[in-house]
T-cell receptor, first 114, second 113 residues
Framework: DGGITQSPKYLFRKEGQNVTLSCEQN?????MYWYRQDPGQGLRLIYY???????QKGDIAEGYSVSREKKESFPLTVTSAQKNPTAFYLCASRSQEGGKEKLFFGSGTQLSVL | GESVGLHLPTLSVQEGDNSIINCAYSNSASDYFIWYKQESGKGPQFIIDIRSNMDKRQGQRVTVLLNKTVKHLSLQIAATQPGDSAVYFCAEIDPNTGNQFYFGTGTSLTVIP
């Protein structure tokens, strides 16, 4: 999907377990984002990163952590502190070309709790 | 965060009819809006955008209208087709930081053959 690869597509977490969602892009975009989507709701911002080695909290960062060691990669860890992790997680990168601001999304990871 | 909302959660239209999906925003300083389409099990895809210095923008079968007075925008889809069935989101960029994208709750469009 537009050069953004998320894996795995489905992930199951046991109680007390940390899990990491992968997001890789080959679009050479500087900015990357993680969103959470719950059924019947819009996308809520978890974390975003403008450049390598820098990231900012979004509106619902509690219980999540990220890293940005490489431009291409922006993994999201759902920690045991996140008590309601079941959701569809979307990663995106941002293009700023020709006056247009576009987010290119991956195909998402569905996380469920066992 | 910013508030971007949609008036109706679901919309059903007959194939061939025109569809109108509405969205309201709260920050009068917002100056850039985007519409996304999300098909089931996939990530959202960019449809069309509009800046606050415009009232209307047209694409292929889609038109976005912006009314800054009442802080409202709409997406019009002409001659709706079964492939248009999806969830549609309006989004805005945070005018304060220029870095965060805020999404509405989405409207699920169903096209009846």
């Amino acid at each position: 999907d537009g050069g953004i690869t998320q894996s795995p597509k489905y992930l199951f977490r046991k109680e007390g377990q940390n899990v990491t969602l992968s997001c890789e892009q080959n679009l050479n975009h500087d900015a990357m984002y993680w969103y959470r989507q719950d059924p019947g709701q819009g996308l809520r911002l978890i974390y975003y990163s403008q450049i390598v080695n820098d990231f900012q909290k979004g509106d619902i960062a509690e219980g999540y952590s990220v890293s940005r060691e490489k431009k291409e990669s922006f993994p999201l860890t759902v920690t045991s502190a996140q008590k309601n992790p079941t959701a569809f997680y979307l990663c995106a990168s941002r293009s700023q070309e020709g006056g247009k601001e576009k987010l290119f999304f991956g195909s998402g990871t569905q996380l469920s709790v066992l | 965060g910013e508030s971007v909302g949609l008036h109706l959660p679901t919309l059903s239209v007959q194939e061939g009819d025109n569809s109108i999906i509405n969205c309201a925003y709260s920050n009068s300083a917002s100056d850039y809006f985007i519409w996304y389409k999300q098909e089931s099990g996939k990530g959202p895809q960019f449809i069309i955008d509009i800046r606050s210095n415009m009232d209307k923008r047209q694409g292929q079968r889609v038109t976005v209208l912006l009314n800054k007075t009442v802080k409202h925008l709409s997406l019009q889809i002409a001659a709706t087709q079964p492939g248009d069935s999806a969830v549609y989101f309006c989004a805005e960029i945070d005018p304060n930081t220029g870095n965060q994208f805020y999404f509405g709750t989405g409207t699920s469009l169903t096209v009846i053959p």
